[in-house]
């Protein structure tokens, strides 16, 4: 008998029994709720079972707030199932109210804030998201009543290095893991499920620090302890091997990657429990690696076999079709078919989350197709793009930024054998480029072998765009009477319609002034660009 049926047949049974108390007539309702909505996943009966619980609290004189708050609680699960965030955090602020209120154990205000951190999480507020997970830390490691082991302990050190692994702070990430895995090996048996998946988390962080051996020793460690507990067919041998193919695919074993790609292939298409996207990621995955082998007609077939599926996947549910697209425009950028790499490069563009670390690839993606279209001003552009969003999200620790800035300089290489009017242009964003990456000294000298009288003829630019820009420049260097000179330049070079131009200059004469000490000279500077 399927566990849903189970329980729905033994929930009717004791429900019918006359000897059963409101408590528990209320454990049978949040338990009937639960397979409704995890296991059957509707969400219509779930709630019916939820509100019945709701009504034994509402019948009781005084209203029973123990079992209300178990009301609200589960409600608040369900309206996250259903991606309805805003009532899920109202929900949850009442459960906090009313056991604060009243004084409630522990473990539900502890419970609380996880699941608040959870659906901060879901709404990308990371910061939010943190600080409930901390709160509820900070109840268990201050409390003398709660065992030192407590079970939701290692659970919250895990969604907080998720939610640190998500704002790529990833040293931070690392550390929660580490104390949830110390927490799990003191509480569990050595083999358990639960540690096997915080060191496949783990392993995975390791991954995208680029710490590839320390990556595949985590994995193989997990691979033995999947393997002795589930079998050779899991779906979560499944997830191991797709992660091990894809530290493979990053490290340029192509063959080690297709081979363990398959294999997580095999499970997923064997698997009905897999979640589509995971299917559709590995598909993916294959795609990227036969592209890498020449394997064309390949890498074409598994990319619309994860197309298909991925099309399918309902709105509400987790969907990395950008994944998909970004390998379709490699694939068209080696068939040399721009206009249909273009195509899936923006719809890369379109689908990829904001604020998303995968906006990297996206981008250099997208360089790369302009670069070979010869549009080198573009593509420099989103070169640019994706550096800034690394150094943005992922700070300059454990992110290779080596081949963006070679592509950089090969896109101002060739275009100033074209135009070589345009060299002060590349120096500037070359300078930008070096200041970014810490090398100080090389942009200085690159903003300083420009000569003004260069600034007057670079193609689709004005000479006051192109100083201000070198100003800032020079002012992101710490140069300030460099930029103070150039700047001087900007404002006796501003032409009809570039007023914005002048206001913009006088606003950082401004703010180099009050760097430099030089009050009267701000207060100057910032009254003439309002004025402007």
């Given at each position: 008998m399927h566990d849903y049926q189970r329980v729905v047949r033994y929930s009717k049974i004791l429900l019918e029994q006359s000897s059963i108390t409101d408590d528990d007539r209320v454990d049978i309702y949040l338990t009937l709720g639960d397979a409704e909505l995890h296991i059957n996943g509707d969400f219509i009966k779930a709630e019916k079972c939820f509100m019945d619980v709701q009504q034994i609290a509402l019948a009781t004189s005084p209203c029973n707030y123990h079992i209300l708050v178990l009301f609200y609680e589960s409600m608040a699960l369900l309206q996250i199932e259903k991606n309805n965030y805003t009532i899920a955090l109202e929900l949850l602020s009442k459960v906090l109210d009313i056991a604060l209120d009243y004084s409630f154990e522990s473990n539900i205000i502890i419970r609380t804030y996880s699941n608040l951190g959870l659906v901060y999480r879901k709404i990308l507020n990371f910061d939010r998201a943190c600080e409930n997970y901390e709160l509820a830390l900070n109840i268990i490691t201050q409390s003398n009543?709660?065992?030192?082991?407590?079970?939701?302990?290692?659970?919250?050190?895990?969604?907080?290095?998720?939610?640190?692994?998500?704002?790529?702070?990833?040293?931070?990430?690392?550390?929660?893991?580490?104390?949830?895995?110390?927490?799990?090996?003191?509480?569990?048996?050595?083999?358990?499920?639960?540690?096997?998946?915080?060191?496949?988390?783990?392993?995975?962080?390791?991954?995208?620090?680029?710490?590839?051996?320390?990556?595949?020793?985590?994995?193989?460690?997990?691979?033995?302890?999947?393997?002795?507990?589930?079998?050779?067919?899991?779906?979560?041998?499944?997830?191991?091997?797709?992660?091990?193919?894809?530290?493979?695919?990053?490290?340029?074993?192509?063959?080690?990657a297709k081979e363990y790609l398959n294999k997580a292939l095999k499970i997923r298409l064997n698997s009905p429990d897999v979640d589509a996207d995971d299917r559709a990621a590995t598909f993916t995955s294959l795609g990227l690696v036969n592209l890498r082998l020449g394997s064309f007609n390949k890498s074409l077939?598994?990319?619309?076999?994860?197309?298909?599926?991925?099309?399918?996947?309902?709105?509400?549910?987790?969907?990395?079709?950008?994944?998909?697209?970004?390998?379709?425009?490699?694939?068209y950028l080696s068939k040399s078919d721009y206009c249909q790499a273009l195509r899936y490069c923006e719809l890369a563009q379109y689908r990829c989350p904001y604020k998303s670390i995968k906006l990297v690839s996206v981008h250099q993606v997208f360089g790369d197709v302009l670069y070979q279209m010869e549009q080198f001003d573009e593509a420099i552009s989103h070169y640019q793009t994706s550096i800034d969003i690394q150094l943005q999200l992922a700070g300059r620790n454990n992110v290779c930024l080596a081949e963006l800035y070679l592509k950089i300089q090969n896109g101002f290489a060739t275009r100033q054998m074209r135009c070589p009017n345009d060299l002060p242009l590349s120096q500037i964003h070359l300078a930008n480029a070096y200041t970014h990456e810490n090398r100080t000294k090389e942009a200085i000298d690159l903003l300083n072998d420009i000569h003004e009288d260069q600034l007057l003829s670079v193609h689709h630019y004005t000479s006051a765009q192109l100083s201000k820009d070198m100003a800032a420049a020079y002012y992101n260097l710490k140069q300030y009477e460099s930029a103070l000179r150039i700047l001087q330049f900007t404002l006796s070079h501003i032409t009809d319609g570039e007023h914005y131009l002048e206001a913009e200059a006088h606003f950082l004469m401004g703010t180099i002034c009050w760097k430099l000490g030089?009050?009267?000279?701000?207060?100057?500077?910032?009254?003439?660009?309002?004025?402007?």
């Open positions: 009543t709660l065992p030192k082991l407590h079970p939701l302990h290692p659970v919250i050190h895990n969604n907080l290095a998720y939610t640190k692994q998500l704002q790529n702070d990833y040293d931070e990430a690392l550390k929660h893991y580490d104390l949830a895995l110390e927490i799990e090996r003191k509480s569990l048996p050595s083999i358990h499920s639960i540690t096997a998946t915080t060191l496949c988390n783990i392993g995975l962080l390791y991954t995208m620090k680029r710490e590839n051996e320390k990556a595949l020793d985590t994995y193989q460690k997990v691979l033995v302890m999947v393997n002795e507990i589930f079998g050779d067919d899991h779906p979560r041998l499944g997830v191991v091997f797709h992660n091990l193919g894809d530290l493979f695919l990053r490290t340029g074993q192509y063959e080690q077939y598994y990319c619309f076999q994860a197309l298909y599926i991925r099309s399918k996947i309902p709105e509400t549910a987790t969907n990395n079709i950008f994944d998909t697209y970004s390998v379709l425009a490699r694939y030089d009050k009267p000279q701000t207060l100057e500077h910032l009254q003439q660009a309002l004025i402007v």
